[in-house]
């Protein structure tokens, strides 16, 4: 009953519905500011940079994946950055973010791209299991920082 | 004394090896398999993916910046990620890793990428301090996850 494909351009207002109910599930809401028009450029983008998975259930959207690509200096190639797995409340516990996450290593492993990475929250429990559940691993140590606003401009030159 | 510029193709044997000093400065040389070939070649690519930035002192190559092109899907928009920052041990000190930043943070407002986001190790204060000191802000909730070998093989459809 479920089942996955590569989103195009035409797929963005899905995408976007998708990722802005994940963004008001985690509370950041007010940082939601993409628009359909946003992800509809993304994904035509002939860099391929960002790429997006749909799964239907019954022919329904149901969940979405959005990865892009990242480069490893270590490995000195490209691997792949999950920005967002998302799975509309109604149709959780169904299996879905597994397929998804599936659909997506095999993308990975399509494009030559040996290690895919992600945040998560740490206090999503469930999410960590199932990561966990697949064989991903958390780094102890990487915590993440970034710089932007008024604190990004008065350091630019 | 500290000079800025970007990195071409022909900067990849300085980029390697300072990234290079890096991963074995943080114990994770095991993991350093890249080759200067890599490098150039992801310089190169027309579609801008990686970007490289080389400060020298007094001519030297003393440090280094890589960052690629990110998207996030809440603002919809490139967003910056910085993959590696380095200083070589002699060069300490002397403010090039500021210099860096603030280079790196002047592409990111070029190139209309209004976040620098980056991973730190938990346990480098020094590089904390220095971050906070230019406005960064560490994500306390953010875990880093990664899905990388046999396990994504076996998840791959």
Same mark, same amino acid.
């Given at each position: 009953?479920?089942?996955?494909? $590569?989103? %195009? /351009?035409?797929?963005? @207002? &899905?995408? !976007? ?9 985690? #509370?950041?809401?007010?940082? =939601?500011?993409?628009?359909? &028009?946003?992800? /509809? ?11 997006? *998975?749909?799964? %239907? !259930?019954?022919? %329904?959207?149901? #969940? %979405? ?5 990242? =480069? ?14 998302? *799975?509309? @409340?109604? =149709?959780?516990?169904? +299996? ?7 659909? &997506?290593? +095999?993308?990975? $492993? $399509? $494009? ?5 990475? !992600? ?5 999503? *429990? ?10 991903? *691993?958390?780094? @102890?140590?990487?915590? &993440? ?13």
């Amino acid at each position: 009953m479920i089942s996955l494909r $590569q989103a %195009t /351009a035409e797929d963005a @207002p &899905v995408l !976007w519905a998708t990722t802005r109910a994940l963004a008001e599930n985690h #509370g950041h809401l007010a940082d =939601f500011t993409a628009t359909v &028009v946003d992800y /509809a450029a993304a994904l035509a983008d002939p860099r391929g940079l960002v790429g997006g *998975v749909i799964a %239907t !259930w019954d022919g %329904t959207a149901a #969940g %979405t994946a959005v990865w892009h690509r990242s =480069f490893s200096t270590f490995s000195g190639r490209e691997v792949m950055y999950l920005e967002d797995l998302s *799975v509309l @409340p109604e =149709f959780r516990r169904r +299996g879905i973010a597994r397929a998804l996450m599936a659909h &997506v290593a +095999g993308i990975a $492993q $399509q $494009q030559g791209m040996a290690r895919i990475l !992600w945040h998560v929250m740490d206090w999503n *429990v469930g999410g960590k299991a199932l990561y966990a559940s697949l064989g991903a *691993v958390e780094d @102890p140590d990487l915590r &993440v920082m970034t710089l932007t606003g008024a604190a990004l401009e008065a350091l630019a030159p």
